[in-house]
């Protein structure tokens, strides 16, 4: 099992940003409510001059709210979420409107703004001084920046260079940021000590506001970009996209962080100067651009969006593709979904996480998090053990421990964005943990146990993956050398057992966690366990024969009788051991059949694939050959197939003489044997036939021949004819003798 889908993913951490921003609601909820217990009828008109319009707007909602709830409790649940939606509609729909009826009133509340602005710093001539004086302390700290960056150890000439790995390239690229983020901190440090010498606190605050938003953040971005994208240095890009699109999104996205950044900063400075932003409702337009900029940015660079979420690696699965094809898509949609809550939130009254800039951190975490699957995988393939051995089974285990980091690290990513959005929002994480009641409450530690035995899952999986990988290179599968005839060399024996283990563990963890997850959720587990007993025996006594063939598969693996890869044969059924689970085997035939035995069906198991093998080859010569002249022989060829590169590491023991074995009525018979390496023993006796062969011409040594001699009396008196007849019969004689001796011996 992998990772839950990428697409779920999405959904999920889209899902606690909205249950974020209802905790935020709750919260702003629970402030008018405090703010409606303290009106009365005596200081009512005292308190609503004090609230702002979104207060009142709120306060008017939710009196009008428990009035009609009070008025209609047997209201059904049908018309209550025809209400919600109502109101929710009307919360977006009322920014815009509202927005659009004092659309004549801005310039008049801008010129209000800056009236109140000037008279509070003292007059147009001291505005004028402050502005000076403002100009001044930020061309002091650009001075000092600028020196700081060009003397700063980190930017010497012989420190930069565009690497030839990745961990070069991002020590440069950490060297270029460290060098940047320094100067911008002796820029905010310099501008903040002259500010404070120079300049009044009230001043001060002024200039504060658009400093951190307008400059100091965005160029941090800006910093941050450069590193990612590198669109000036396409060596050290991180990200697998083009010139045209690394250009694009780091001058695009420095310039939307820039406007967002106005956004808050005139709002804030606006509220500063006493005008309500309600009167004017400016940054209902301004937060607009924001999110049309945004769609802007991700259509005009999707396809370099889905270049990017691909990645330059081949470890992307097809659904990996089908993602990234989506994502563009998907950004649009957290954009429209996170203009839609910023609305109703306005709408509401309920800005004081805006003014934080909630929707923004939320909108730029949900459309990175899939990218930084991107990242996940890049540092997987270059940070991962290599493969250490050869063969299908071997790049599968690793194939699967790499695809287990990059599942724990996606975890890792969507824990990292959900505590982001969380902390924006105001929502601790950790109350839920500490928390034991409320259905919210429950859900979560729900969901957190699941993550928990999901990362259990995963660690599990790297850890017999990668011993797994290890086994089977240290043996080898040789069952795949396709001129075997049969046998071959077994993986060892956690090899064979670890496919087992991990399944089993797998199992374990899934129904265990499984469990503890049900009970987080406040259902009482007892009588799921009890049933569970139960039907384990009903189990058991109904599958007694599936009880033997686990029970025996068990033993025969403690026993260590075979092992995946080895040549075995079961009452006349010989193949490869191809495939085992916890109830059966399967047996490859070396012509190819699959034979699949229950391991309670096997009497007796003999394995051909253990340790080693032993050949004894026969060579019939004729009677006058000298043996030591065969012995010579073949110790010459043992010798030459020991120093042979292609033989050398297959042979336990080389191919030497045992002097002659038997005489018969044809000649002498003399054998040789040799000791080899499961599997191996087919190939050499081949190359050891054909060297034999060569070798005996090569000294005029010469196999013997069977020989049948027939005497014909009276054959010096015949005819031509007579004898070739005479011969005829004497040759048939002779096949006839043959066959019969032959399957006297029991040939075939």
């Known amino acids: 099992m992998r990772l839950v889908p990428m697409l779920l993913r999405m959904l999920l951490v889209s899902a606690l940003f909205l249950v974020a921003a209802t905790a935020g609601a709750q919260d702003t909820e629970g402030s008018t409510q405090e703010v409606s217990e ?35 409790t047997a209201q059904s649940s049908g018309q209550g979420i025809i209400n919600q939606i109502s109101a929710l509609w009307t919360a977006f729909a009322t920014p815009f409107s509202t927005a659009v009826e004092v659309l004549p009133n801005v310039p008049e509340k801008l010129d209000e703004t800056f009236t109140r602005f000037t008279e509070e710093m003292g007059g147009a001539g001291v505005v004028t001084q ?4 403002i100009a001044a302390i930020l061309t002091a700290g650009f001075l000092v920046e600028w020196v700081v960056r060009r003397f700063f150890p980190i930017q010497q000439p012989d420190e930069t260079s565009d690497g030839d790995g990745l961990w070069t390239t991002l020590q440069y690229l950490w060297r270029r940021f460290l060098s940047e983020f320094v100067g911008l901190v002796a820029f905010y440090v310099v501008i903040r000590v002259l500010g404070r010498a120079l300049l009044p606190l009230e001043h001060l ?6 400093v951190l938003h307008l400059i100091w953040i965005p160029r941090l971005f800006s910093a941050m970009a450069r590193v990612v994208l590198s669109p000036k240095r396409p060596s050290l890009r991180l990200v697998n996209a083009d010139d045209a699109t690394a250009h694009s999104l780091q001058r695009g996205l420095t310039f939307v962080v820039f406007w967002a950044g106005l956004t808050i900063a005139v709002f804030l400075f606006v509220q500063k100067t006493g005008v309500r932003p309600g009167d004017m409702r400016l940054g209902v337009w301004m937060d607009s651009v924001v999110y049309i900029l945004m769609a802007s940015i991700i259509w005009k660079n999707r396809d370099g969006l889905q270049r990017i979420l691909i990645g330059d690696g081949d470890d992307f699965s097809g659904f990996d593709q089908k993602v990234a ?3 563009p898509i998907y950004g649009l949609i957290v954009v429209a979904l996170t203009f839609c809550l910023t609305n109703v939130l306005s709408g509401l009254g309920q800005v004081a996480s805006l003014v934080k800039g909630a929707h923004y951190t939320t909108m730029a975490t949900l459309l ?31 194939r699967a421990t790499k695809r287990s980091f990059i599942n724990i690290g996606r975890v890792f990513v969507i824990g990292l964005a959900l505590i982001i959005i969380a902390n924006a929002w105001g929502f601790s994480l ?47 599968m040789t069952q795949e050398e396709a001129d075997n005839e049969m046998g071959g060399g077994g993986g060892s024996r956690l090899s064979t057992v670890l496919p087992l283990v991990l399944a089993t563990s797998r199992g374990l963890i899934v129904v265990v966690f499984g469990l503890l997850a049900i009970g987080n959720l406040g259902i009482d587990i007892t009588p799921l366990l009890a049933g569970a007993g139960i039907a384990g025996l009903a189990i058991g006594f109904g599958a007694q024969k599936l009880v033997t063939d686990v029970v025996s598969g068990v033993f025969f693996l403690i026993d260590d009788a075979f092992r995946v890869g080895e040549y075995v044969e079961i009452e006349g059924t010989m193949g490869a051991v191809e495939k085992i689970s916890i109830r059966s085997m399967q047996l490859r035939h070396h012509r190819g059949p699959v034979h699949t035995i229950p391991y309670g069906e096997i009497p007796k198991l003999t394995n051909y694939s253990r340790d080693w093998v032993i050949m004894k080859l026969k060579f019939t010569v004729q009677f006058d050959t000298d043996p030591n002249k065969v012995k010579k022989v073949f110790k010459k060829i043992g010798a030459e197939m020991m120093a042979d590169e292609l033989y050398k590491d297959d042979f336990l023991q080389p191919f030497k003489s045992q002097g002659v074995f038997d005489i018969d009525d044809v000649g002498m018979v003399m054998r040789g044997k040799f000791m080899a390496k499961p599997g191996k023993q087919f190939m050499i006796r081949k190359e050891i036939y054909n060297r034999v062969k060569a070798e005996f011409e090569a000294n005029d040594i010469s ?40 399957k006297s011996s029991g040939g075939t």
């Open 38 to 72: 303290t009106i009365s009828a005596e200081n009512v008109e005292e308190t609503l001059a004090r609230m702002s319009d979104d207060e009142v707007r709120a306060w008017l909602i939710e009196k009008v709210t428990e009035e009609g709830s009070q008025s209609d």
């Open 130 to 133: 402050w502005l000076v004086m």
């Open 205 to 210: 605050e002024y200039g504060a506001i658009f």
């Open 325 to 327: 094809k989506f994502y």
């Open 368 to 398: 990175l998090a899939p990218l930084a699957d991107t990242s996940v995988r890049g540092l997987v393939g270059h940070l991962a053990p290599p493969m250490t051995g050869t063969g299908s089974v071997a790049e599968a285990a690793h």
């Open 430 to 476: 950790a109350d839920l943990l500490t928390e034991t009641t409320g259905i919210g409450d429950n859900l979560f530690r729900f969901l957190m146990t699941l993550v928990v035995g999901y990362l259990v899952y995963e660690g599990s999986s790297v850890y017999i993956n990668r011993r797994l990988q290890a086994e089977i290179t240290a043996i080898g």
């Open 703 to 742: 196999f013997a021949r069977r020989e049948v001699r027939v005497a014909i009396p009276g054959a010096e008196d015949m005819s031509d004819e007579e004898r070739h007849q005479a011969g005829l019969a004497a040759a048939a004689a002779a096949t006839a003798s043959a066959d019969a001796e032959t």
